[in-house]
Nanobody, 123 residues
Framework: QVQLVESGGGLVQAGGSLRLSCAAS????????MGWFRQAPGKEREFVAG????????YYADFVKGRFTTSRDNAKNTVYLQMNSLTPEDTAVYYC????????????????WGQGTQVTVSS
């Protein structure tokens, strides 16, 4: 059974940092792009960041550029999202995603989703 399990969410003050982890099990994703999405209450799930299979290329939504960094450790089958300079607007459930292909694409190209981890940023 394939599982993506996020961890590292929590409550942080504005300006603070959190590091999310996503550990995959059930199969290896070293040939697949991985991504992070988020969903705030009453809003659509939106793309946050993506990373290609090798980690050589990363992609970011404009609203996180310069603040968030994604990385991966294929030996550990784990992907990370370092979030700095957090604002209350970053409050959401953050989801890890495994893409079908080696490069990140549209949301419809996601094969697997994690269960999500809550990130709450207080002002």
């Amino acid at each position: 059974q394939v599982q993506l399990v996020e961890s590292g969410g929590g409550l942080v003050q504005a300006g603070g940092s959190l590091r999310l982890s996503c550990a995959a099990s059930g199969r290896t994703f070293s040939s697949n792009a991985m991504g992070w999405f988020r969903q705030a209450p009453g809003k659509e799930r939106e793309f946050v960041a993506g990373i290609n299979w090798s980690g050589s290329t990363t992609y970011y939504a404009d609203f996180v550029k310069g603040r968030f960094t994604t990385s991966r450790d294929n030996a550990k089958n784990t992907v990370y999202l370092q979030m700095n300079s957090l604002t209350p607007e970053d409050t959401a459930v953050y989801y890890c995603a495994a893409y079908r292909a080696a490069v990140a694409g549209a949301r419809r190209d996601v094969d697997y989703w994690g269960q999500g981890t809550q990130v709450t940023v207080s002002s």
